[in-house]
């Protein structure tokens, strides 16, 4: 039940905004969203826990659309400190086993 | 409060070697996990914790890895004997425990040659 995270890679200029997407084949129960730098541990950015809610970290935020079975993140006005991997980590219904994604690489250029 | 504790911080070693890996949880924290990151690529859970009774192992490779818990409080994660594919950093998280985030320590990064 891996989820399936796109796009890959981002490239994008300091301020600028991107999504990130992360989508899954069965009925999600929550979503996470850690961010990890190279040779680092990942970190915590949130939680989303019902269908349709939305969070905001800083300048990051997510939405999660139960029926569409994914979450989005958002990188608004985007800083250097943003660049990193971003995993989700999902939840199905009757399995609170977190299963992480393959990451979507971000980097921020001045 | 202190971080997920992690030793040793690298190992290497040659295959059909053993090796061990020790995590201490942030104190209070019920859920410990282990995760193993392949290079360029997600965090796979390997077995999960709640206090000192198994969650979930259903992705840890039996034949050659085990993990305890004991007292519910530090825990430790073995590879007998190690393959090459065992090469990757294992990832000790810890939570207070349902739809709470994941508190992950630095890892240990494991060379098998």
């Known amino acids: 039940q891996q989820p399936v995270q796109s796009p890959q890679a981002v490239i994008l200029r300091e301020g600028e905004d991107a999504v990130i997407n992360c989508s899954s084949s069965?009925?999600?129960?929550?979503v996470h969203w850690y961010r990890q730098k190279h040779g680092e541990a990942p970190i915590f950015l949130m939680i989303?826990?019902?269908?349709?809610e939305q969070k905001g970290h800083d300048k990051i935020s997510a939405s999660f659309n139960e029926k569409k079975q994914q979450s989005s993140l958002y990188l608004t006005a985007s800083q250097l400190s943003y660049s990193g991997t971003y995993f989700c980590g999902t939840e199905i219904y009757g399995n609170n086993r977190l299963a992480f994604g393959k990451g979507n690489q971000v980097v921020v250029i001045p | 409060e202190a971080g997920v504790a992690q030793s040793p911080r690298y190992k290497i070693i040659e295959k059909r070697q053993s090796v061990a890996f020790w995590c201490n949880p942030i104190s209070g924290h019920a859920t410990l996990y282990w995760y193993q990151q392949i290079l360029g690529q997600g965090p796979k859970l390997l077995i999960q914790f709640q206090n000192n009774g198994v969650v979930d192992d259903s992705q840890l490779p039996k034949d050659r890895f085990s993990a305890e818990r004991l007292k519910g409080v530090d825990s430790t994660l073995k590879i007998q004997p190690a393959k090459l594919e065992d090469s990757a950093v294992y990832l000790c998280a810890s939570s207070l425990g349902d739809d709470s985030p994941l508190h992950f320590g630095n890892g240990t990064r494991l060379t098998v040659t």
């Open positions: 989303l826990l019902k269908g349709g």
């Open positions: 069965k009925a999600l129960y929550s």
